[in-house]
């Protein structure tokens, strides 16, 4: 028997089993909250054995912290976006892009937005994983800050580090007013205010 071929199925029995708990993972959560959901009620949904899933995870919180991941890396998409703008006006449209698709990605993943709201409340850990999230957010906008100052669009002067978490804060701000449903304007109105807002700061 080839043993690449038995290595390969198990690797992807693996994967399935991990796949089929972060989906069952992601039900419960929705249903019962951070609180409340409970990981052995997780495993007996999946029909999975107690020993298999704890090869794979060693609580809730690390289910939760896998499907943090996967809904922030879209949100972190957002924040890739090419950033080398020639002028002023092109760096204000795709600022203003950015923000608009950043809080419209926390009305669509709203849901599950609330459950990751309540476990940084409740948990260390996923405390610590919204931190380490944050910090690669501040850092990609650091980058962008830094080239637009290098590049004479932006004020030289001004701390890079030091903006871009001021920029990275007011967007987390209304993103969660937006998650908790409590935002007055539109989510336009809001990217185009914070945008004018930072920009005229920032840029020359």
């Known amino acids: 028997m080839d043993n690449s071929k038995v290595g390969d199925k198990r690797h992807l029995r693996s994967l399935m089993t991990r796949h089929k708990l972060l989906e069952v993972a992601k039900e419960i959560f929705l249903e019962e909250g951070f609180q409340a959901a409970v990981i052995s009620q997780m495993i007996k949904k999946a029909n999975i054995g107690y020993g298999t899933a704890y090869v794979h995870f060693k609580g809730k919180e690390d289910l939760l912290i896998v499907l943090m991941e996967n809904i922030m890396e879209q949100f972190y998409e957002i924040a890739e976006t090419s950033f080398f703008p020639k002028s002023k006006d092109e760096a204000n449209h795709i600022i203003n892009k950015q923000a608009n698709a ?18 940084i409340g409740i948990s260390t850990v996923i405390s610590d994983k919204w931190k380490a999230i944050r910090m690669k957010f501040i850092q990609r906008i650091s980058k962008d800050v830094v080239y637009a100052q290098q590049n004479g669009l932006a004020r030289a002067e001004l701390n890079h580090e030091l903006v871009a978490k001021g920029w990275f804060f007011t967007n987390e701000m209304y993103l969660w007013e937006i998650v908790r449903n409590e935002h007055q304007s539109s989510i336009e109105e809001i990217a185009q205010t914070i945008t004018s807002v930072y920009f005229e700061g920032l840029y020359l």
């Open 102 to 119: 950043f809080l419209k990605m926390a009305e669509a993943e709203r849901n599950m937005m609330q459950v990751f709201e309540q476990a």
